[in-house]
């Protein structure tokens, strides 16, 4: 499973979030903690050589749930009313719910197959660094481009690192 190349995905976001703004710098710097529910599904089929002329294909799939808490500093540019556009860092701490796929299967070429787990015990908690930029307009939408990004995520295997990035657009009604 290392040094493949793992198909991206592309799923929505749920969540609610509370955004705290801190007046005492007339509400420029914000606190705010989101919780989400997202998926993350990846698969990848590949050969390798196995013994001596023979060859092995694999085909991994996988599939978790997440809950996940952010927390975020956000700071807002006031430069009118109207448009406020903000950046944002911050941490997430994800913990699975539900491990909806996790096989790989494989075939030998002389002829037998093999069902396994393709990950035996992922990590059940994964932490991820988040960074982004948007726009608050008249403080009811928020539109935001973020990117969070983590060094270990779900692989229990000191070989594997499986870093999963994630490219979020985020549109945010408040009520």
């Known amino acids: ?52 002329g023979y060859s092995v294909t694999r085909d991994v799939h996988l599939s978790f749930s997440y809950a996940q808490l952010n927390t975020i500093v956000r700071y807002l540019f006031q430069l009118n009313a109207l448009l406020k556009p903000y950046i944002n860092l911050g941490v997430s701490n994800g913990v699975i719910v539900a491990e909806n796929k996790n096989s790989s299967h494989s075939s030998y070429s002389f002829g037998g197959e093999e069902d396994v787990k393709a990950i035996d015990g992922p990590q059940k908690y994964q932490i991820s660094w988040l960074a982004g ?32 990035t994630s490219f979020q657009f985020i549109f945010n009604y408040q009520f």
Not at 145 to 154: E, M, T, V, W
């Open 1 to 52: 499973m290392v040094d493949e190349n793992y198909s991206s995905t592309l799923s929505p976001l749920f969540g609610l979030s509370i955004d705290i703004g801190l007046s005492r710098n007339r509400n420029k710097w914000h606190i705010v903690n989101e919780l989400i529910y997202k998926a993350y599904k990846t698969d990848n089929s590949f050969t390798r050589p196995y013994g001596s």
């Open 133 to 164: 930029t948007g726009l608050a307009i008249r403080n009811i939408i928020q539109v935001e481009f973020r990117y969070a990004g983590s060094a270990k995520s779900f692989s229990p295997y000191h070989a594997l690192d499986v870093n999963a």
